[in-house]
């Protein structure tokens, strides 16, 4: 599957159940360690005397380590803002006042 695949299949919409929410970053903390376990070995079984180097495919776990720890945080996030009761669409009372910061 290409990039550009992965990302319109991905459901844009996060669920509103925190359960949920906290078995995917469960699912998706795992899956992060596998990738830096899978980096770390591969760092090791390179051997730049006989030529062998595993370049491409570390450089793509640490993509998709990249990518877990932003769908780690989006899910966190969401969850922080379900406990604390803030509506995705609300702006800040500075906002709302004209101030930025």
């Known amino acids: 599957m290409t990039h550009a695949e992965e ?12 359960p949920t929410l906290e078995a ?3 699912e998706l903390t795992i899956e992060r360690d596998e990738a830096i376990l ?3 070995q591969l760092r090791d079984e390179e051997d730049p ?5 595993y370049h491409k495919e570390i450089f793509q776990l640490q993509q998709d380590k990249l990518r ?3 769908e780690i945080k989006f899910r966190t996030n969401k ?23």
């Open 38 to 40: 899978k980096t770390r």
């Open 68 to 70: 877990l720890d932003v």
């Open 24 to 26: 995917e970053v469960a």
């Open 49 to 53: 005397k006989n030529g062998v180097y």
């Open 79 to 101: 969850i922080n803002r379900i406990n604390l009761g803030i509506e995705e669409m609300d702006a800040s009372s500075g906002v709302k006042n004209g101030f930025l910061f």
């Open 7 to 18: 990302s319109k299949s991905v459901n844009k919409r996060l669920s509103d159940d925190i």
